[in-house]
């Protein structure tokens, strides 16, 4: 009875060890690399760019909110600055009210995030440099 009672002991550490060093196994194994969001603002203009990491790379999903007083009737042009003179170019051609926000079609991946410099924003004549915070 004695031989069954310490087998059963056994057993049961057993086990809790081996569960016990999978659970440290699998924590050890994963990495997270998280969702990143940066954010500009001058006096007309706020872009927002939100980098959404998949394949080892971060997709820019870029918007723009106009917060000047008149509506803007003109083309505007607004460039995402990276290292090595790229940049992610987006034009558009509509009207846009005040405080209105246009998501931008023109993506672009990126190694490291860290790596967007500014945003130049034109239009009417106008030009104003953005830089993240």
Known sequence: MGKKRG??????RLAILILFA????????TTSVNNERLVAKSEHWIVTIDLVY??????EVPSVQY??????????????LH?????????LHV??????VIQL????????WRDIESVIVTWGGEEEILIFE
């Open 83 to 91: 290292p090595n003179n790229s940049s992610t170019s987006n034009t």
């Open 67 to 80: 917060i000047g007083e008149d509506p803007v009737d003109e083309q505007v042009e607004i460039n995402i």
């Open 7 to 12: 087998d059963v002991l056994i057993s049961s």
């Open 22 to 29: 999978s659970l440290l196994g699998l924590c050890g194994c």
């Open 105 to 112: 079609p023109t993506r672009s991946s990126v190694e490291d």
């Open 95 to 100: 009207s846009i009210k005040p405080n209105e």
């Open 54 to 59: 998949t394949k080892g790379e971060y997709e």
